[in-house]
C-alpha cells in the first residue's frame, strides 16, 4: 500500500544554518504531496503542498519539489529561526483524499 | 469562520467505559476525516464522510469504534469498551470539494484511558 517515509529526528540546528528533512514515498498513481507543521500545543497546521510532478510549493521561506523519478518530496529552508521549532510531517493524499503521513521529524533551533 | 472544532478537548475514562467525540467542520466542507495519532508517531486514517455517507474505513477501526455525520454536518466518534490501547489523540480534519483539497485540522480530542 501507499507509505510515506521521513528522516528521523530530532534534528538540532542552530539559528540561521540550511534545513533539510528527507521524505520518499511509494503510491500507485499520482499522489499530492504535502508537508505539514505541528507547533508545541497546537494542532496540525498545511505547511505547503505540491499536486504533480516538478511542482514546488513554498511557504514562510520553506520549500519542497515533488520530484517523481526519485519519488522524493524534500522540505528545505536556507535560514531557520528559533520559532521554526516543530515537529514536521510529510504525507500524501490519496485518489479518496484521506491523508497518508510519515512519522515525523522534530526539530529544534537554537539560538 | 472558525475552523474545525473538536470537543471535548481531552477525556480520562476508566477501562471498558464508552466515550463518545465530537467534530464540527468548517462549514460547507463536504468531506469530514478522522485520525488516531499515538505519541510520535504521525496521524493513522481511520474513516471518512462525504456529507453524510461513510465512504472507507481502515482496518484500525476494529468493531468497537463506530462513527456518524448526520445531515453531513459535524460528526461523532464513538469507542465502546474502552481499552488502554485507545490512549491517543483523536483528530478530525474537512476538506471542500471533489477532488478534495488540503485538509484542515481541529485540535484534538485526547483521550487517556486507565
Known amino acids: 500500500g501507499d507509505s510515506v517515509t521521513q528522516m528521523e529526528g530530532p534534528v538540532t540546528l542552530s539559528e540561521e544554518a540550511f534545513l533539510t528533512i528527507n521524505c520518499t514515498y511509494t503510491?500507485?498513481?499520482?499522489?499530492?504531496l504535502f508537508w505539514y507543521v505541528q507547533y508545541p500545543g497546537e494542532g496540525l497546521q498545511l505547511l505547503l503542498k505540491?499536486?504533480?510532478?516538478?511542482d514546488k510549493g513554498s511557504n514562510k521561506g520553506f520549500e519542497a519539489t515533488y520530484r517523481k523519478e526519485t519519488t522524493s518530496f524534500h522540505l528545505e529552508k536556507g535560514s531557520v529561526q528559533v520559532s521554526d521549532s516543530a515537529v514536521y510531517f510529510c504525507a500524501l493524499s490519496s485518489n479518496t483524499g484521506k491523508l497518508i503521513f510519515g512519522q515525523g521529524t522534530t526539530l529544534q533551533v537554537k539560538p | 469562520d472558525t475552523g474545525v472544532s473538536q470537543n471535548p478537548r481531552h477525556k480520562i475514562t476508566k477501562r471498558g467505559q464508552n466515550v463518545t467525540f465530537r467534530c464540527d467542520p468548517i462549514?460547507?466542507?463536504?468531506?469530514l476525516y478522522w485520525y488516531r495519532q499515538t505519541l510520535g508517531q504521525g496521524p493513522e486514517f481511520l474513516t471518512y464522510?462525504?456529507?453524510?455517507?461513510?465512504?472507507?474505513k481502515s482496518r484500525l477501526l476494529s468493531d468497537r469504534f463506530s462513527a456518524e455525520r448526520p445531515k453531513g454536518s459535524f460528526s461523532t466518534l464513538e469507542i465502546q469498551r474502552t481499552e488502554q490501547g485507545d490512549s491517543a489523540m483523536y483528530l478530525c480534519?474537512?476538506?471542500?470539494?471533489?477532488?478534495?483539497?488540503?485538509?484542515?485540522f481541529g485540535p484534538g480530542t485526547r483521550l487517556t484511558v486507565t
Open positions: 462549514s460547507e466542507h463536504n468531506r
Open positions: 505540491a499536486t504533480k510532478a516538478d
Open positions: 480534519a474537512s476538506s471542500l470539494g471533489d477532488p478534495p483539497s488540503e485538509q484542515y
Open positions: 503510491a500507485t498513481g499520482y499522489p499530492s
Open positions: 464522510f462525504q456529507n453524510e455517507a461513510q465512504l472507507e
